[in-house]
């Protein structure tokens, strides 16, 4: 197969969605502007109903959810053999997990966080939009 005969497809949000929740390993990178930079950090996550959930340590993720700032959560897969991929980028703002029924919801989901340390802030970032490509021969 040629280079000309790679697709590059877009996909549904419905797609994104499905890729969102069936991702292993739950790691995502979420990026936000801190101190007038970008940032883009690795998160553990989870997803419940049109919420994606992370912990954090206090720090720049939040302060940005104390915010309520306009975020972007991007997940993907690479398959390094065939030079096929997906990626989903999640729109929306992020949010400290205050409420203590959400609270009590949140800390049921499987989201353990893989670096060591108390995390004890639930974020909650409320996916505004999602938009994904992905890559593969025909």
């Known amino acids: 197969?040629?280079?000309?005969?790679?697709?590059?497809?877009?996909?549904?949000?419905?797609?994104?969605?499905?890729?969102?929740?069936?991702?292993?390993?739950?790691?995502?990178?979420?990026?936000?502007?801190?101190d007038g930079w970008p940032l883009v950090l690795p998160v553990n996550f989870a997803v419940d109903g049109d919420g994606v959930y992370v912990r954090s340590a206090a720090g720049s993720k939040v302060a940005a959810a104390a915010r309520c700032e306009r975020?972007?959560?991007?997940?993907?897969?690479?398959?390094?053999?065939?030079e096929e991929g997906w990626s989903v980028l999640a729109f929306g703002r992020l949010r400290l997990v205050e409420d203590p029924v959400?609270?009590?919801r949140a800390r049921r989901l499987p989201l353990r966080p893989w670096a060591s340390g108390d995390r004890p802030?639930?974020?909650?970032?409320?996916?505004?939009?999602?938009?994904?490509?992905?890559i593969a021969y025909p």
Not at 121 to 134: A, K, T, Y
């Open 121 to 134: 802030w639930f974020l909650r970032l409320e996916v505004e939009s999602l938009s994904g490509r992905c």
């Open 102 to 104: 959400e609270l009590a």
């Open 1 to 34: 197969m040629s280079e000309t005969e790679i697709a590059l497809a877009t996909l549904s949000p419905d797609e994104c969605r499905a890729l969102l929740v069936t991702h292993r390993p739950r790691l995502g990178r979420l990026a936000f502007v801190a």
């Open 71 to 82: 975020v972007t959560f991007q997940i993907d897969h690479v398959d390094e053999v065939w």
